[in-house]
């Protein structure tokens, strides 16, 4: 689908990456691949213009590559498409986690899920001296911040003494009606009300967090909306069954919705005349909510959809093949609105890489990028999590699981959505084909995973242990337990249970046996 440098700056990973879908690509992500080669930028363009306004938008629940600027086919996302288009689209852009509350507590710190103590499990706490960039934006770059719909979360910030939600002040009161299974939440006429409050003066910070496609869906929405079974792109680890097929396209429908409020925001910041002075930046939080997907470290679970445009500061029409993380988010932003770096920040900014000229690899030293589990939900006795790691180069994806005793979907399934998909594997669990489509959901996994994406983006042939590729399994998993190391992970120093430990503040399943105490910390993994 793009053009591709001969070299590759990575030791261990090197290839040209292939397609992730069987569809060719769309006219929008052709026209962006012919204007990329006559794209020149002044580097001095981004220093030069005044401190932007910030649009963030974040879907809940998206994978990478559900976007139609990236050639999918069965969903439409035409504001999307817009902010590639006129900007950046991104096509290794990765989440610090593959559940909804750690993953976007590394946005607001620009740190990875074990630097973030409680806030890097799901629906615990935040903790109060971790510093995020909203905090900094209103305090001390004067932005005015505010949010609709999803912010940090699940999980309780005001036990630790925030008094309103880490991202800002919360924009919630205008609803609308809408289909069953999406929020009624008006995201758009939301941040219209945020417009009307704004001083003429200052900047501003919105970040818009759709509730869309979390769960739970309208069954056959996606039939009724027009759309055709034929359309959906199965993933191979899911079974080519009508029943996925029209899960996947209610999925479709959900993604639509967020895009729909993002282009109603879009036009709003056009007819105001804002537009051409703000960094919008479109993403998600994690990967579909499917089996093997969410939740998992998988690609399909940590691999997300990212565009950002900038008419004043980043040049239309390119697209960026490094690698990059969320966590680098927080030192864009922070750059940007001309506030300091603190030193706890893990993530780089984006802001050389939006300068650069052309497209495809940029930053050579961007080999790598991390990601990690722990907890998702109570899915096991004693609250106890699925504690993994992974390290992603541009080729290939390589795993480590802290407990393979433990059943990664939890003992009862419940590290999965509810949803059809799940529904038809357990139904079909005694059939060749659901058994292993189910084994491959929940079944229990080795210590250590290594996938080639560029051959197996769906993550189905474990590399580790094959004749072969020994070296550059221990290659990969040195090099993840230095880069924890050095980051001083729990799970690397041999003070891992600490995560454990941490409380939930979500409905709990005593049935599931041990500790189950809401909001509570676990007595028997509190160390000194």
């Known amino acids: 689908l793009l053009h591709r440098p001969a070299g590759c700056p990575n030791s261990v990973a090197c290839g040209e990456r292939g397609s992730y879908l069987s569809v060719m690509p769309s006219p929008v992500f052709t026209w962006m691949i012919l204007i990329s080669f006559f794209t020149v930028f002044d580097r001095s363009a981004l220093a030069k213009s005044a401190r932007p306004n910030i649009l963030f938008a974040i879907a809940d629940d998206q994978s990478f590559p559900h976007a139609s600027a990236y050639g999918s086919g069965f969903v439409e ?68 911040v505010g949010f609709t719909g999803k912010a940090w979360g699940p999980g309780n910030h005001t036990i630790t003494g925030w008094s309103e939600n880490p991202v800002g002040k919360a924009y919630n009161r205008h609803n609308m009606k809408s289909p069953k299974g999406i929020s009624g939440r008006d995201y758009a006429r939301n941040f219209e009300e945020f417009l009307q409050e704004q001083p003429s003066e200052k900047p501003f910070f919105f970040w818009f967090g759709a509730h869309e496609p979390h769960r739970a869906y309208e069954d056959g929405a996606g039939l009724r909306a027009g759309k055709s079974l034929e359309s959906a792109e199965v993933p191979a680890f ?63 679970g940590i691999h997300a959809p990212m565009a950002m445009r900038w008419e004043k500061g980043i040049p239309g029409g390119r697209i960026v093949d490094d690698l990059v993380s969320f966590i680098d988010l927080a030192p864009t932003f922070l750059e940007l609105a001309g506030c300091e770096r ?41 609250n106890l999590g699925y504690p993994s790691r992974a390290i992603r180069t541009h080729q290939f994806l390589y795993i480590r699981n802290f407990a393979p005793e433990r059943w990664p979907a939890g003992d009862e399934f419940h590290d999965i959505d509810a949803c059809p998909s799940l529904t038809f594997l357990r139904e079909r669990a005694d059939t060749p084909q659901g058994s292993f489509f189910l084994e491959a959901s929940v079944g229990k996994r080795p210590a250590e995973e290594c996938f080639d994406i560029l051959k197996d983006p769906a993550c189905m042939l474990n590399l580790a242990g094959e004749p072969g590729y020994a070296t550059l399994v221990d290659q990969l998993g040195d090099l993840l337990m230095l880069e924890l190391t050095k980051q001083e992970d729990p799970r690397a120093t041999g003070k891992g249970e600490i995560f454990e430990s941490y409380p939930r503040y979500s409905s709990m399943r005593p049935h599931l046996g041990g500790f189950a105490e809401r909001g509570a910390y676990n007595p028997a993994f509190q160390h000194p």
């Not at 817009?82 to 991104?90: C, D, I, P, S, T």
């Not at 009508?242 to 959900?254: F, G, H, W």
């Not at 051409?276 to 470290?297: Q, S, W, Y």
Request: with cysteine.
């Open 342 to 382: 603190w030193p706890e920040i893990t993530g780089s900014s984006l802001c050389s890489l939006i300068q650069a000229r052309g497209s495809g690899r940029l930053e050579p030293q961007r080999r790598w990028v991390l990601s990690g589990r722990e907890r998702h939900t109570h899915a096991r006795p004693d």
């Open 238 to 300: 899911l079974p080519d069954h009508p029943t996925i097929r029209s899960d996947l396209l209610d999925y479709a429908v959900e993604i639509e919705w967020f895009d729909q409020h993002l282009e109603r925001m879009l036009s709003l910041l056009e007819r105001k005349g804002l537009l051409e002075d703000t960094l919008i930046v479109v993403t998600a939080d994690n990967g579909m909510p499917f089996p093997r997907a969410k939740a998992n470290l998988y690609e399909f």
């Open 77 to 144: 996302t035409p504001a999307f498409d817009r902010v590639a288009r006129e900007g950046l689209l991104f096509t290794q852009a990765f989440c610090p986690a593959p559940g909804c509350s750690p993953s976007r507590a590394s946005i607001l710190t620009g740190r990875n899920i074990w630097q973030n103590r409680e806030a890097g499990t799901h629906a615990s706490n935040f903790p109060s001296d971790l510093k995020v960039f909203s905090r900094a934006l209103e305090v001390e770059a004067e932005y005015r």
